[in-house]
């Protein structure tokens, strides 16, 4: 293949990380999309990728490439895909998940952390780990490490460490990306329903997961949540060993004790048959313990821990710097925190306003929610955001992009939600202005922790929050 590779969607984290590493690889990186914001628009420019935009036939035509590297973004009416499926055959083109396969796994053992809640992070700590632990891994992922200022690794080491995704792959290319990933070991943290516009029901959801574990290899390795229902038909299909964790007292590795330790977390951990081990964890919440619990126990099948030891593994568990927009505070004084968060399903909504809660005990929750996803959008949360979002003291709700796209009777109805939490004596607003969100925002007084929750930028508005409260600051 030639050196020159065109990135379809190349804005999207998962895209432009996939982009840059291609860069770094030493290809001519071009890239297309219909706008870019930051990060990625900064990342982008600092490695030097072109990119054009809005996308137009006239922008592949006009390059002259050797292979065409296409988002799930992108759909057939794009005028870009138009203009490659009329010259098929001419220039090769290929999935993201594809792409991955054939340029990053290669002949690496592929370590697929899957599940619907915590693949970033948890994929994240796996590569870093592996990394302080010599092992040299090359990672991909679909977010940003906050030290590294990017979402991958190159490595020369026998690992690559993947963020594997249920979602399907591309518009010619309708299966989970995740079967594209060929795993020799994964991490499922848990099957919940999500992603609507593509699948019916949870049925569907756990077909694909056990079309992904069938890859597993008979020398591969599947860790497991112990109270994940769907885990006893996921153990008949896998032919590699299965690893457990969690709560329950015949889990492999279990979660003994949890406690806030400032913005980090003490644990106690135990490994069946075995004495009891102590970690401190920069992470806050049971979820963020748990996670690390299955790297924990996936590093333990693989016998890199009984190689390192487990005082290394503690200092290589202290220096993990986390992942931005995944708990990220952005700001604190001792009176305001202000912290954002990638979360958007009912569950990570409820179990990250828990962790804060949990650490900052004595301060008020004020939560900002954007339901942005096309999953989340929709009325199918409508109650369980209710529940979810009931652990906070205060409310905010921000209208997403597109919202009013949708059919009033299919779109979840975000004055009721705040209704049904006013009910429940939560104070609670929707807002269709992002200035008069932020208005409400900046004028509460009082201790607080302002606890933002999307998948979306906001219109930057965390970012705008602790900047106001840095210039009090002054």
């Known amino acids: ?242 690893v457990t964790y969690g709560f329950g007292n015949d889990a492999d590795w279990k979660l003994l004790e949890y406690s806030p330790h400032g913005g980090k977390s003490k644990c106690v951990i135990q490994k069946k048959g075995c004495g009891d081990f102590k970690i401190i964890l920069n992470t806050m919440g049971k979820h963020n313990a748990l996670n690390t619990l299955g790297v924990i126990a996936l590093l333990d099948a693989l016998g890199i821990l009984q190689k390192c030891g487990f005082s290394r593994l503690q200092e290589a568990l202290g220096s993990f710097p986390g992942l931005k927009r995944r708990q990220e505070v952005l700001f604190t004084n001792g009176q305001y925190v202000v912290i954002d968060d990638f979360a958007h399903h009912p569950t990570a909504v409820r179990e990250t306003i828990s962790a804060v809660r949990y650490h900052f005990p004595h301060q008020r929750i004020i939560a900002i929610f954007e339901p942005r996803t096309n999953t989340s959008k929709r009325k199918i949360f409508q109650e369980d955001y209710v529940r979810a979002l009931s652990g906070a003291d205060n409310v905010l709700l921000k209208t997403p992009p597109g919202y009013t796209d949708l059919p009033s009777q299919d779109r979840i109805d975000l004055n009721k939600l705040a209704a049904d939490l006013d009910a429940r004596g939560i104070p609670s607003h929707c807002f269709f202005d992002t200035d008069d969100l932020f208005q409400q925002i900046v004028k509460s007084k009082g201790e607080k922790v302002l606890l933002f929750m999307s998948n979306g930028a906001m219109d930057k508005l965390p970012w705008r929050v602790a900047d106001y409260f840095k210039s009090l600051k002054d």
Not at 28 to 47: E, F, H, I, Q, T
Not at 96 to 101: C, D, H, N, R, Y
Not at 171 to 195: A, C, V
């Open 1 to 242: 293949m030639g050196n020159k590779v065109y990135f379809m969607g190349v804005g999207g984290i998962a895209m432009g990380n996939l982009a840059m590493m291609f860069h770094e690889m030493g290809y001519d990186v071009v890239g297309s999309d219909s706008a870019l914001y930051p990060p990625m628009s900064n990342y982008l420019a600092k490695a030097a990728i072109r990119v054009h935009m809005p996308y137009s036939e006239t922008n592949i035509s006009s390059e002259k490439m050797n292979m065409v590297v296409v988002g799930n973004v992108i759909r057939a009416t794009n005028p870009e895909a138009i203009w490659l499926m009329d010259n098929g055959g001419k220039i090769p083109y290929v999935s993201m998940a594809e792409a991955v396969k054939k340029f990053v796994i290669r002949d690496r053992k592929s370590l697929v952390v899957a599940g619907t809640h915590g693949k970033s992070t948890t994929a994240a700590l796996l590569g870093w780990l592996l990394e302080k632990l010599g092992e040299d891994p090359t990672v991909f992922i679909g977010a940003i490490m906050r030290t590294w200022d990017r979402g991958y690794r190159l490595g020369n080491g026998d690992f690559a460490v993947l963020e594997g995704d249920e979602y399907d792959t591309a518009f010619f290319d309708k299966i989970p990306k995740f079967l594209h990933y060929s795993p020799f070991g994964t991490i499922i943290t848990g099957i919940e329903f999500d992603h609507a516009d593509i699948y019916r029901n949870i049925d569907e959801i756990r077909s694909a997961f056990e079309k992904f574990v069938a890859l597993i290899p008979p020398n591969g390795i599947m860790v497991v949540f112990d109270k994940e229902p769907h885990r006893y038909r996921l153990a008949e299909i896998c032919r590699g060993i299965v």
